[in-house]
């Protein structure tokens, strides 16, 4: 059946097309209570802008590309734009089109031979995800429905393998992947979709949807805090590693994990949480500490790295999204009951931080020792990238990395659960569960905020005095996750007795 809107019925755009296909209650809200959608946060706000400058540096294949009413978001006047541009026959960006309820903006419409047109839809991510399949189908309908003739769709995304060498080159950074069979046979469910979309938010209230893994699949949905409020704290859907189990329990009626009927099949973490939940207190298993902190030799050295990972890479030798360490904080304690000694490195300047952070890490953290960290995987892989641009740090590396000790392992083994870690366990979720201590009252309380704020305040222009506050901020965030290291350590050894 055709789409037949009202008059005064509003389109529906290419996002929130997307928003009916994850969920039409986020969609009804997006129409008729906008007010209680809460405005992106800033981790959201840095996914656009990143959205934005690889958009941009897709538009630089294109020379003589022709850009459709820059910021102006008006409908009928970007169409009309958009109308006398397609007589030019040259590559537009963001060229608009209106068509039987749908409305969309078309990254790159590129010219082909008899008249018609090429579409290329330009994407942050390193592969193709059947969302991006489903935004372009609609793109596809929607300028078919406005009387274009459509030749072939790509996807447009960034090239995994790129390593940046000097300026970069869009067209080794980018691959374009013909999608067009498979985008352009959407059409009929596109209609269809629409179709149903139009009923939805026509309705007085929104649909009864309940919540479900479909509300961060295949993004975490802008009503989340909003539809998830209600659930009690130590619910079904804290399981470790049983988001479907979990759902499924919900959907039975059974919400806290203290209600876990007996004969439900649960993993031996998944049993530890059922058990906490009904006595309130942590698990325990005093031998499995014991033997971990076994593993512990002095000098101890704690060990924490805060890195930048943006889609286009800053510095030579750097992939798309590797993850650069700019900071790290080491507390070294020398011998049981000593005071910590504190090493931190901050990268200043614009520069690649890499050469001068392994340095630093390499003069300070010995040739005995432990070296803990958490997660400690993580900045393993960190080092062993460094290495990749920098050989003359291998053999140190080799020296280094017998020593490393994970302090995640007891915690991931639930040899030590506490309830209040809520299924994580996560250095965030353990250290106030175990000693009581936090990260309130710090200005930077997370990993991602301490990568936004770095590349604001090194490459962004911001005055002085907030760039050294900021600064300030991230060495008391990283010192932090070092010493709350120490803390969990002091934590488990109270506990072994
Ligand atoms: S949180 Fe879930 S149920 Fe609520 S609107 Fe979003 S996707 Fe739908």
């Given at each position: 059946m055709a789409v037949k809107p009202s008059g005064q019925e509003p389109f529906i755009s290419k996002s929130k097309f997307l928003s009916g296909l994850q969920c039409h209650k986020l969609l009804w809200h997006a129409f008729n209570a906008k007010d209680l959608i809460p405005e992106p946060n800033a981790a959201t706000a840095a996914i656009f802008q990143q959205g934005h400058e690889v958009g941009a540096l897709?538009?630089?294949?294109?020379?003589?590309?022709?850009?459709?009413?820059?910021?102006?978001y008006d409908y009928d006047e970007t169409s009309r734009l958009t109308q006398k541009a397609l007589k030019l026959r040259k590559p537009l960006f963001e060229a608009a089109f209106v068509a039987n309820g749908g409305f969309c903006r078309v990254d790159i419409l590129q010219p082909a031979p008899q008249g018609a047109w090429d579409i290329i839809e330009?994407?942050?991510?390193?592969?193709?995800?059947?969302?991006?399949?489903?935004?372009?189908?609609?793109?596809?309908?929607?300028?078919?429905?406005?009387?274009?003739?459509?030749?072939?769709?790509?996807?447009?995304?960034?090239?995994?393998?790129f390593v940046r060498q000097g300026e970069i080159n869009p067209k080794k950074f980018f691959v374009l992947e013909d999608v067009t069979d498979r985008a352009a046979n959407l059409g009929q469910i596109v209609e269809d979709k629409l179709d149903d979309m139009f009923k939805t938010i026509r309705q007085r209230q929104p649909p009864d949807i309940k919540i479900g893994p479909h509300c961060d699949d295949p993004y975490p949905c802008a009503l989340h805090?909003?539809?998830?409020?209600?659930?009690?704290?130590?619910?079904?859907?804290?399981?470790?590693?049983?988001?479907?189990?979990?759902?499924?329990?919900?959907?039975?009626?059974?919400?806290?994990?203290?209600?876990?009927?007996?004969?439900?099949k649960l993993t031996d973490n998944q049993a530890i949480q059922r058990a906490t939940a009904v006595t309130g207190k942590p698990r325990i298993n005093k031998q499995a500490i014991s033997k971990f902190l076994g593993r512990l030799e002095y000098p101890l050295h704690f060990l924490d790295f805060e890195t930048i990972g943006t889609a286009i890479p800053l510095f030579d030798g750097v992939r798309p999204y590797q993850q650069v360490p700019f900071q790290f904080s080491l507390h070294i304690v020398r011998a049981p009951g000593a005071k910590p000694q504190h090493v931190m490195f901050l990268a200043e300047g614009r520069h690649d931080p890499r050469p001068e952070f392994m340095l630093k890490l390499r003069d300070n953290i010995g040739h005995t020792g432990s070296i803990v960290a958490f997660n400690a995987a993580f900045e393993l892989e960190r080092l062993r990238e460094c290495c990749e641009v920098m050989p003359n740090f291998s053999t140190w590396l080799k020296d280094i990395e017998g020593r490393v000790v994970d302090l995640l392992d007891p915690f991931r083994s639930f040899d030590y659960y506490h309830p209040d870690q809520q299924g994580s366990a996560s250095m965030k979720a353990v250290l106030p569960a175990l000693t009581g201590k936090g990260y309130e009252g710090l200005a930077i309380q997370e990993g991602g905020m301490a990568s936004r704020e770095f590349l604001r305040v090194t490459f962004g222009d911001v005055p002085e005095a907030e760039r050294q506050q900021v600064r300030k901020h991230l060495e008391?965030?990283?010192?932090?996750?070092?010493?709350?290291?120490?803390?969990?350590?002091?934590?488990?050894?109270?506990?072994?007795?």
């Open positions: 897709a538009q630089q294949m294109f020379l003589d590309g022709v850009e459709i009413g820059g910021g102006i330009v994407k942050t991510t390193t592969s193709l995800k059947d969302v991006q399949l489903e935004n372009l189908g609609f793109q596809v309908w929607v300028l078919a429905m406005a009387g274009l003739k459509i030749r072939r769709c790509f996807l447009c995304h960034i090239n995994p393998d805090d909003v539809c998830w409020k209600f659930l009690p704290k130590h619910s079904v859907l804290d399981l470790y590693r049983g988001t479907q189990k979990g759902f499924a329990l919900f959907d039975q009626g059974i919400t806290l994990l203290k209600h876990i009927p007996g004969d439900i008391e965030y990283c010192g932090q996750d070092t010493e709350g290291m120490i803390w969990i350590v002091e934590a488990l050894r109270k506990l072994a007795g």
